[in-house]
């Protein structure tokens, strides 16, 4: 329970974290990305946060988890040169009166190294970690200068570009936690990336903070964490019962077509029926479209990001299906945006090849993407138990891997980075669904049987593949993040 309005907890029930970097590594994009809120202000240039600004993380059973934005350390090599220079450095530097205007640097330093001092229960100091630690010089004089107020510091890796797989990811912490362990107050390092962090990585930052707070903290956080954790994995259930309604929904959806007369199967005046079935494709097409959309906004809306997937649906006129296995321009949009990256890509290039699928440079692409090749290639529909058409099991599997990459795009995307937006996904994703999917190819075939053959209630079919999914997609994370907590501790 909150506290009420306008009371603020004793000390003892607030745990403060402060925001520390060098000027424009990103702390304010990480605030937003961690607050699920657009604050402050964000600019590709030196000395953007001007001023020390609080928020609340958390708010747990009268307990406050806070977060402080600070503004950037800047021409830290001479501040420290100057500094050395005093006997009591940290007093003196503190009870200058720098100007905002001329002495930017300087005063923007001295509020954020204020903050360590009077609020700060522990630094997140944020690096870039798009260069490597040597190239980082602002590192030693700003470590120096935090030395002497003392707080411990948890180094967080920012800047790391897309998602990393376990191994570079391993690497990268290595790589920095030798750099930085010339400095005791260094507690650890983690790699917390404002644009594409996971939800699974905000827990293992409270699981280190558990580790780093003074005694009289350690009751406060423990409900704080528990908190923050029950909000993550809520999501995550809930993000689960989205991917399986969608599954559920494409195993059920079905179209009546008639059946082939006997001079139809033998290929005389099959016309008529090539148009029903044409039909019916465009609108199982546009159905799954419309689906995979709202889906996707709905796990967009749910992990506190801003944005729409992008629907491109348009016009779906005849002209847009000339051949029967031919896929309307606007679901290819659709899908290919949905699936991103390598995906996405990989089926605008079978676009180009005009779906004749013989072509060189088709075959040629097919390594990195299978997965957008047996889309096309079983862009095909069957017979259900129920007559009815449906899609077939090769689709429907493919299907799945589109909903298990678009879970993890949203489940990485920070809402720091702004608006969602399609983007590539990491190569090490697409090889991972599908080995687990390939791992749960009983559990796939059979929820696929149970719509389309067996024709079982959807209610019955939506639980099974409610267990199904929410375990993929608990497989997927493990294999991402081998030290996520997927239930409550
Ligand atoms: N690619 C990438 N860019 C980032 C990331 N985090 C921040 N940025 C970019 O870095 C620039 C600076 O971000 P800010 O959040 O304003 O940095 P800051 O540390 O608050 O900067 P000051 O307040 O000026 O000290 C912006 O252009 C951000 O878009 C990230 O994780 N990945
Ligand atoms: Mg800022």
Redesign the pocket.
């Known amino acids: 329970m909150p506290p009420p309005p306008g009371i603020v907890p004793p000390a003892n029930d607030i745990v403060t974290l402060s925001l520390i ?12 990305t961690l607050l699920r809120q657009d604050v ?10 001007l001023f020390n600004t609080s928020y609340s993380l958390l708010e747990q059973e009268a307990r406050l988890l806070r977060l402080w ?1 600070t ?2 350390f800047g021409d830290s090599a001479r501040l420290l040169k100057r500094l050395q220079r005093e006997r009591n450095p940290l007093l003196w530097f503190l009870s200058q009166a720098w100007d905002r205007i001329t002495d930017k640097p300087l005063w ?1 330093s001295q509020q954020a190294l204020k903050n360590v001092r009077d609020e700060a229960d522990v630094v997140l100091y ?1 690096v870039n970690a ?1 260069e490597p630690p040597q190239a980082a010089g602002y590192i030693t004089p700003e470590m120096e200068i935090l030395t002497w107020v003392g707080k411990p510091v948890l180094v967080l890796l ?4 897309s998602a990393l797989d376990v191994q570079a990811e391993r690497l990268e912490i290595e790589t920095w936690r030798q750099h930085m362990a010339t400095w005791p107050i260094v507690k650890g390092v983690l790699c917390l ?4 962090r996971c939800w699974v990585q905000e827990d293992q930052l409270m699981d280190r903070l558990a580790l780093l707070l003074t005694d009289t903290k350690k009751e406060a956080f423990k409900h704080l964490r528990r908190g923050w954790q029950r909000r993550n994995l809520e999501t995550f259930h809930q993000s689960s019962r989205i991917v399986s309604e969608l599954l559920t929904a494409a195993v059920v959806d079905g179209i009546d077509v008639r059946s082939e007369t006997l001079w139809e199967r033998i290929g005389i005046g099959r016309g008529e029926l090539n148009k029903e079935y044409q039909d019916a494709r465009e609108q199982l097409a546009a159905r799954l479209a419309d689906r995979v959309t709202l889906a996707t906004n709905q796990l967009i809306h749910l992990h506190g990001l801003e944005g729409q997937a992008a629907r491109r649906l348009g016009n779906l006129t005849q002209e847009q299906f000339h051949l029967p296995s031919q896929v309307p321009e606007a679901i290819w949009s659709t899908l290919g945006s949905v699936a991103g990256g390598a995906m996405g890509g990989l089926i605008a290039d079978l676009k180009m090849g005009g779906m004749t699928f013989g072509g060189g440079a088709l075959v040629g692409g097919i390594a990195a993407g299978l997965g957008a090749y047996a889309l096309i290639k079983s862009y095909n529909l069957v017979r259900g138990g129920d007559h009815r058409l449906h899609w077939s099991f090769e689709h429907f599997r493919e299907q799945v891997r589109l909903a298990l990459l678009t879970y993890l795009a949203v489940a990485h995307y ?1 809402r ?2 702004g608006e969602w937006q399609e983007s590539p996904d990491p190569a090490h994703w697409n090889s991972l669904c599908s080995r687990i999917i390939d791992e749960h190819d009983d559990g796939i075939t059979r929820l696929w049987k149970s719509g389309v053959e067996a024709g079982t209630q959807p209610d019955v079919i939506s639980k099974s593949a409610h267990s199904l999914i929410q375990d993929c997609l608990k497989c997927l994370l493990l294999r991402l993040y081998p030290t996520a907590k997927l239930s409550m501790s």
């Open positions: 970097s060098h000027t424009n590594a990103g702390k304010t994009t990480l605030a937003r402050g202000e964000v600019a590709d240039a030196a000395h953007v946060t934005d503004p950037g923007c944020l798009a920012n800047q790391t570009g990336d404002a644009f594409a920070g720091g980075r």
